[in-house]
């Protein structure tokens, strides 16, 4: 390949009519998907899970799931807006030199696709599997006595289920919901696709030694993302497992998503370039070949170290390093 930055480069114009015919399967199945996991997140927990109270002596057989219920340091409703907004903040501010409304409207859509493809998957899990939260015996106010007989079911009939608790129901229902965490998830979803985006746009890893501002500025969003997801393991919301098994399932939906939106996830030389969408069930054949039907400089944010500069050439620049590809 003698240019890898002008693969998917053409000179047409921007038709916002034509995207929405492209991308319009997209939109509509993330808006079937956002359905799907919000209808999943409001119903009551599928399995009845059987717990043990208290040992025949009276002590606490679970005392990891008697902590008192507290107050979310980061509701669930901020850490999703801070998973979308931080990565849309950023996609608006380099615009002011991409100038690209494909770039800007294709790389929000992935912002979306990691954050909703992340969404339902974790609700899924919550509902079917679940588990039990710091707080639970609090909200669950078993009807259960120390040293009394035990009266429940399984070996020595000292295992119960929700039927004892005596608390309020929508409490209950969610504290039978706590793995994976959502707070973690969303994060992941968002932050790390923004980590990934900025490094592309700023050539944080590339083939040249960048201000050191933009490694800080890489990693902010990664600290986000672990300061959300260990707010959690403060107040007592989630367990430890549940925070690990949200960051696997947002990281691993960010990664897909950056992968579907640009050429490379960590490659210097492609993570910046927008794949093109050709085809849809909108448009019965392909318009414009091989080639993405809008015209976008397929260059990043950075002119450091000649990125961006099509008619530069030096043998140690970055650009020079992607034409020898």
Known sequence: ??????????TRTFSLGLWFRLHGVDLITMALMGALGLGIYEAPPAPSRSFPVYFQDGEVVYPEFAYPLRHEIVPIFAAALIAFFAPFFFICLFQARLRSANHFLTTTMGVLKSLVTA???QV????????????????????IQP?????????ASIMY????????????????????????????AGLLFLALYINAQLKVMSAHNPSYWKMILMFAPILGATLISGALTIDEFHNWYD?????????????????????AI??????????PRTTSLFMRRPRYGAECPFGTANVPFTREG???????????????????V
């Open 243 to 263: 925070v690990l098994a949200g960051a696997i399932i947002g990281s691993s939906a960010a990664l897909v998503a950056y992968r579907q939106t640009f050429a």
């Open 306 to 324: 000649e990125w961006g500069l099509e008619t530069s050439r030096n043998p140690n620049g970055a650009n020079a390093n992607a034409n020898a």
């Open 161 to 188: 289920d929700r039927t004892i608790c005596t608390g309020d129901k929508d409490q209950i229902d969610d504290s039978l919901e706590s793995f994976p965490s959502g707070h973690s998830t969303a994060g992941w």
């Open 147 to 155: 040293n009394s007989a035990p009266s429940g079911n399984g070996f």
């Open 1 to 10: 390949m003698a240019d890898v930055g002008r693969k998917y480069q053409t």
């Open 266 to 275: 960590l490659d210097w030389r492609l993570n910046h370039i927008l794949l």
């Open 124 to 143: 899924w899990v919550k509902w079917l599997i679940g588990g039990l939260r710091p707080h639970f015996l609090t909200v669950c106010q078993p009807n």
């Open 119 to 121: 969404a339902v998957f």
